[in-house]
């Protein structure tokens, strides 16, 4: 998996004192600026990697963040009333 994931651009971080990398950047496509990744608690690097590509689905953004987004971006295209903000 390591190998596969490298390929689209991902960078490594170096070993922490217990010689343990916390972190990656990590291209969720060709051509686009990564992402960083890291461990969090009791989550090891690879598993970190694992589940943030597959909650971008080939965006930058994870997939929840980017529907949010785009539900603010609708919702402040709506017409407001006069007496509300």
């Known amino acids: 998996m390591t190998s596969q994931l490298r390929s689209r651009g991902g960078d490594i971080s170096p070993p922490d004192a ?30 970190a990697i694992e589940l943030t590509l597959l909650c971008c689905k080939g965006y930058r953004m994870l997939e929840f963040t980017r529907l949010a987004h785009l539900v603010s971006l609708r919702v402040e295209s709506l017409p407001r009333s006069h007496g509300n903000p």
């Not at 291209?27 to 598993?47: A, F």
């Open 18 to 47: 217990d010689g343990i990398a916390v972190g990656t950047a990590e291209r969720t496509r060709e051509s686009i600026s990564p992402i960083c990744v890291s461990i969090g608690h009791n989550v090891n690097l690879e598993s």
